[in-house]
């Protein structure tokens, strides 16, 4: 997320131009309907806020800007007001509402009571095939998604498991997400190959199976332990010196270092929350943008203290 950049980039060049660039920037952010999206854009102004106020007053290393202040207030007040309205809220309550409708136009507590009554009158085989007919003809009603169900982990390999998940509550068998990732876990622990935690199960086959949106996680069953340290260490590392070097350095506790901090950190806290980040050139490029910049800020900020000292 580059908004603590752009809001960085404000405060530095205060014109309407800049003014109109972020608050477009907040629209598109709760337009875009995911929680990352409407959730991340309070929580970095929010942060954004206490980080200049933290930088102006208390450390006294940037000048405070009342324009800036007053207009930073105004575009959060703003965001929040429209938060309610936005397609994210809108979303849930319309998935929930479907889930209902589905639970009542298939007679849920109906269906619930003949599941279980099959279930004691069958055993063994029979049991086993009476299920996956159930599950074949009824899963629309447990609001479960047709293609993971029937396609990408199907009900005829594995009709326990789904069994189990139709007897979850709404909210957990709706969490698509969540639901992904036990079925990833369910395969690699079912798995006979011992080495599936240590080098993953293949990128191909996590795909087919469940396409997880949630970086680290996604690496972790697709390229196992080893592969995920591999590929994000470097993000974690660089991440990791700039905020030791913030910590210690005095010359370091700068408004734009913090603001290059925040916006790595935040990439990184989305990439593991909504995924889709950590393999796409075009979400790399960007954090690699930053985090270069945020090296080259802390070496120049280095060279200053050895030159006061000297």
Not at 63 to 74: E, H, N, P, V
Not at 92 to 98: D, I, Q, R, W
Not at 169 to 196: C, F, G, T, W
Not at 198 to 213: C, D, H, Q, V, Y
């Amino acid at each position: 997320m580059i908004m603590p950049i752009m809001l960085y980039i404000l405060y530095k060049e205060f014109n309407l131009l800049n003014i109109v660039l972020v608050s477009v920037q907040a629209l598109a952010m709760l337009m875009l309907g995911t929680k990352v999206g409407n959730f991340g854009l309070i929580i970095s102004l929010v942060i954004f806020l206490i980080t200049f106020l933290f930088h102006s007053l208390i450390l006294k290393n940037t000048k405070f800007s009342a324009k800036f202040l007053i207009t930073l207030i105004c575009i959060l007040a703003a965001s929040s007001a429209i938060f309610p309205y936005s397609p994210t809220l809108r979303r849930s309550s319309l998935e929930n509402g479907v889930a209902q409708k589905r639970s009542n136009l298939g007679d849920k507590n109906r269906l619930d009571q003949e599941l279980d009554s099959g279930l004691k009158r069958y055993k063994g085989q029979k049991q086993a095939e009476y299920l996956k007919d159930f599950i074949k003809k009824n899963y629309w009603v447990y609001s479960l998604k047709h293609d993971l169900v029937l396609d990408h982990y199907s009900y005829q390999n594995d009709p326990y498991y789904w069994l189990d998940v139709m007897k979850r509550p709404a909210a957990e068998r709706l969490n698509y997400r969540h639901l992904e990732q036990d079925i990833l876990s369910r395969v690699m622990n079912n798995d006979k190959n011992k080495l599936n935690k240590l080098f993953g199960i293949s990128f191909s086959r996590e795909n087919n199976i469940a396409p997880l949106e949630r970086d680290f996680l996604a690496q972790y069953y697709s390229m196992g332990l080893l592969g995920t340290i591999l590929l994000t260490i470097i993000y974690i590392f660089v991440l990791g010196y700039g905020i030791f070097y913030w910590l210690v350095n005095k010359n370091s506790k700068t408004l734009l270092i913090s603001s290059l901090l925040l916006s790595g950190g935040f990439i990184l806290f989305a990439a593991f929350y909504a995924g889709n980040v950590l393999e796409y050139l075009s979400a790399t490029l960007v954090m690699a943008f930053i985090l270069g910049f945020l090296l080259q800020n802390i070496r120049y900020s280095k060279t200053s203290k050895y030159l006061v000292k000297k």
